[in-house]
């Protein structure tokens, strides 16, 4: 690289994602992959060749990033010697070379880019075979945004094209780069304009600004995080018919439709009339600016009343008018409006907008390039940038619709009930647009019918009342040959597991009453209520040994927290805070894993190394601990109304009711098997997967893993009767 370089102040926008670099250096929360499949007769040379001429076109491909005299500014090279990395796997065996390609592939994308030395973009190959290719190309947002990645695949047909076949590649000349758009930028927002900009958002935002209390099913961390995951579902093209003629109806776009009902879903699920989602928009208003690569996307802050009980049509008129009113002052950034505003904080969100929708117009899915056809690969790094964000895209088979969400607060299940209420709003507001929002129903047609339909059969006896292992006992001594548990590597019997989880409740309570254990509260019921209740965590992959502990914990009248050994360590170690674990129940390797974030004064037991002293309780009667439907069965850590980690207690008369209710709903007949799965190491599932089938006489089926093809075998060896 050339020694002569040219400095610049950085935009706004960069400004933003610096600052964020500074505090997570190579961070993938802003790393723009794009991975595809090609096939066809490639000419590395003229790879080769078109990126590096996209380089000396654009500037910002050639920018890295400083502090200069305590201001941070960009720094473009005038030269850089690109060079487009090649793997071949040919020397793999055929049969593996894809997947080998893909996993080196997807490691390639997980790696961090240095802002201060670069290069920003890079492009590798893998070639599968003699027509068979993979290739990857990533940028940071930093120098790029969605739209730049269209015009760089654009770029890449033309030169390629223009180098296989001999010609000027035919592409505009620029008039304009990067660092002149920032420079204009800081200019023209300086002064009146940015006044005129920033009153109107004044007048928008001013007021006090509504958070987001979207009901999470873990508490925030004191610390943002960017762990995420998608699930995608699919609008039928009839229902996106209806909603284009709708939209056309009330005079406005697909877009403003579909936010509506997205904010008509947000309003039911926090409760809140007054509803800010944020709208990235490319903000190239400019012509100038169209073929440009560069970091211009802008957030949008769309603010809606939904009070009053207004219609539907009413809202879309509302939504209608605040869009159109934020795209006619999109230039503010984003960034100085959260500077005006000053918004309030808090740990571990964003500020001003934790949700945001996002219309893209296509889809990089098949390109035609030169005698070449380029497939996507969907690739997944697992990061989002706010707590739940809506990507929609129109297609001629309908919409595609994908939720990101951030794992640290949502649970997939959470999700997956979240896409099917859009779909169903989606389907009530073209069917009855003009009925107030209080009307609209979360439930699909068949399920409103359902609910119709309760209560008018017949009543039905409920089981005794009785705490939940008292039941169990009843079970085993009724039934005690019966299996009780069954899994690929055998059964258990009523009796085995009664007596199994006998002999682990014993061993707990000897422990908690030895010289020298305390608990972390002294107000805790246990038992009778006369002494405190420790509470003890398990975290113990779906088995034999998982149910077992369950029931043990039950009997020794222990409020038991489930963990998933998936879960990372600092995840499980903050859970086992909030809830004021006594101890942990565990198994190699999670116990190995947990060992340096586990809290010092927690007790841990590894069941394989308790062999022995089970083994000596042998025989015994069950602990006679005191236990009421009051007393605390299990507990959870939720969040709460400010976000706050909140501790429930479930009591067993709570769980007893969960269980009868299945029971009559479901009419599980003795000895008839359920499904237990992975899902099993949240509560609410546990009680439906594993103590529902064991209170009723019938038998919990254990998959020894949680793929489709396991549980699949599962069901049709056991001849499971229920599936969750």
């Not at 309908?398 to 169903?424: K, S, V, W």
């Not at 069941?607 to 025989?619: F, I, K, P, Y």
Request: aromatic letters at 8%.
């Amino acid at each position: 690289m050339s020694e002569e370089v040219f400095v610049f102040p950085q935009s706004y926008a960069q400004q933003r994602l610096w600052f964020m670099d500074q505090l997570a250096p190579g961070s993938l929360s802003y790393s723009m992959p794009l991975a595809f499949h090609i096939q066809g007769q490639l000419d590395l040379a003229a790879l080769q060749y078109s990126f590096n001429s996209i380089i000396s076109r654009h500037e910002t491909l050639r920018t890295t990033f400083t502090i200069l005299d305590e201001r941070p500014v960009q720094v473009v090279s005038p030269e850089v010697k690109f060079s487009l990395e090649v793997t071949d796997l040919r020397d793999v065996a055929e049969g593996e070379r894809a997947a080998t390609a893909r996993l080196m592939l997807e490691e390639a994308a997980r790696e961090g880019f240095d802002l201060r030395r670069g290069p920003l973009v890079r492009a590798r190959v893998w070639r599968v075979g003699e027509e068979e290719h993979m290739l990857l190309l990533a940028m940071h947002h930093i120098i790029s945004d969605g739209w730049s990645m269209g015009v760089i695949m654009k770029e890449l047909g033309e030169h390629y094209g223009a180098y296989v076949e001999r010609r000027e590649a035919q592409v505009r000349e620029l008039e304009v780069q990067y660092a002149d758009y920032t420079e204009w930028q800081r200019e023209w927002l300086d002064g009146a304009v940015m006044e005129e900009q920033l009153e109107y958002w004044r007048q928008q935002l001013g007021r006090e600004l509504p958070v987001m209390q979207l009901p999470a099913d873990h508490p925030r961390p004191a610390t943002q995080t960017f762990n995420g995951a998608y699930h995608s579902f699919w609008v039928s093209p009839e229902l996106t018919k209806s909603l284009n003629a709708l939209s056309q109806q009330t005079g406005g776009t697909l877009f403003m439709t579909l936010l509506a009902a997205f904010k008509t879903l947000l309003r039911y699920y926090t409760g809140q009339e007054d509803i800010v989602v944020g709208f990235p928009v490319a903000n190239r208003n400019r012509s100038e600016t169209a073929d440009l690569i560069g970091c211009f996307a802008n957030m949008l802050a769309l603010r809606t009343d939904l009070s009053g009980d207004l219609s539907f049509i009413e809202l879309i008129g509302r939504v209608r008018e605040v869009t159109i009113n934020a795209y006619a002052h999109q230039d503010l950034p984003f960034e100085k409006l959260v500077e005006e505003l000053h918004p309030e904080r808090i740990a571990g969100s964003n500020p001003l907008i934790q949700v945001v929708c996002v219309l893209l117009n296509t889809a990089l899915e098949m390109i035609e390039l030169s005698g070449l056809k380029f497939t996507s690969i969907n690739l997944d790094l697992c990061t989002v940038k706010f707590d739940l964000e809506l990507h929609l895209i129109e297609t001629a088979d309908g919409l595609i619709c994908t939720i990101a969400y951030n794992t640290d607060l949502f649970e997939p299940a959470t999700i997956l009930r979240m896409a099917n209420h859009f779909q169903y709003i989606l389907e009530e507001i073209v069917r009855v647009p003009e009925q107030p929002l209080s009307h609209f129903s979360l439930l699909s047609a068949s399920q409103r019918r359902s609910l119709r339909a309760l209560g008018s059969g017949p009543a039905r006896p409920l089981s005794p009342a009785l705490p939940l292992h008292h039941l169990f006992h009843r079970q085993a001594l009724l039934h005690p040959d019966l299996p009780a548990l069954c899994s690929p590597s055998g059964s258990l019997s009523f009796a085995q597991l009664d007596a199994r989880s006998t002999q682990l409740a014993l061993f707990l309570l000897s422990r908690f009453s030895a010289p020298g254990v305390s608990t972390s509260t002294s107000a805790r019921a246990y038992g009778s209520g006369r002494t405190p209740a420790p509470r003890l965590a398990l975290c113990l992959a779906p088995g034999f040994d998982l149910v077992v502990a369950l029931l043990a914990a039950l009997k020794a009248g222990l409020p038991f927290l489930l963990l998933s050994p998936s879960a990372r360590p600092a995840r499980l170690a903050a859970l086992l805070r909030e809830a004021e674990a006594d101890a942990l129940l565990t198994l190699p390797p999670t116990n190995a894993r947990l060992r340096e974030a586990l809290p010092s004064s927690l007790r841990v037991w590894s069941l394989d190394l308790l062999a022995d002293e089970l083994d000596a309780l042998r025989g015994s009667e069950p602990p006679p601990v005191p236990a009421s439907l009051h007393s605390p069965a299990y507990v959870r850590v939720v969040a709460g109304e400010d976000g706050a980690p909140t501790v429930v207690e479930i009591s067993h008369a709570v769980a007893l009711n969960r269980v009868q209710w299945l029971q009559q709903e479901f009419g599980l007949a003795e000895g008839e098997a359920v499904l237990c799965h992975a899902a099993t190491t949240q509560p609410v599932e546990a009680v439906w997967q594993t103590l529902w089938p064991l209170l009723s006489g019938g038998r919990v089926a254990l998959a020894g893993g949680d793929s489709p093809e396991e549980v699949v075998r599962v069901i049709g060896r056991e001849r499971v009767a229920v599936a969750h």
